[in-house]
């Protein structure tokens, strides 16, 4: 098993925190993997992305042309980012960020309203989680155990009362992806 994941949306959404826990959890779970974030000059409202590998067998390159998976948070991301998908692959997008869906009928297509679930949650903060946790609904690529290990290691440990929180976050990811 091996995917080549982009992840990429406005700085401030939890796009690099995403990559990084995703790469994280793949060490937990014993996977090589990659992460190479890009973004802007601006920290937070700026565009930015982050690729990462997560494989059973060695990466030869970081460096991708195309993807298996891109996730995308806005609509300059899905722009930049449905060519680049590979036929057959997999793209998932937020449905607050997105004004014109995709087009691509040889990709499959999953909308998250992880946006609105976070308000409803009342915590602006989980975004990414709930995000993520629609992926690994659809691409089960790393282990909620190995998520738990990754936010452990990535949060401070001041933010480990959040850990619960994220995990539930997760869950309510995978519950309401949808297939478009």
Known sequence: MKKEIIISGFGGQGV???????????????KEVTWMPAYGPEQRGGTANVTVIVSDDKISSPILSSYDVAIVLNQPSLEKFEP???PGGILIYDGYGIINPPVRKDITVYRVDAMDKAAEMKNGKIFNM???????????????????????????????????LNMQALDEGGKIIVKV
């Open 130 to 164: 709930i995000v993520l946790g629609g992926f690994l609904k659809v691409c089960p690529i790393i282990s909620s155990g190995g998520i738990e290990k990754a936010l452990k290691k990535t949060l401070p440990e001041r933010h480990h009362n959040l850990i619960p």
């Open 16 to 30: 690099l925190s995403m990559g990084k826990i995703l790469a994280y959890s793949g060490l937990m779970d014993g």
């Open 84 to 86: 680049k998908l590979k």
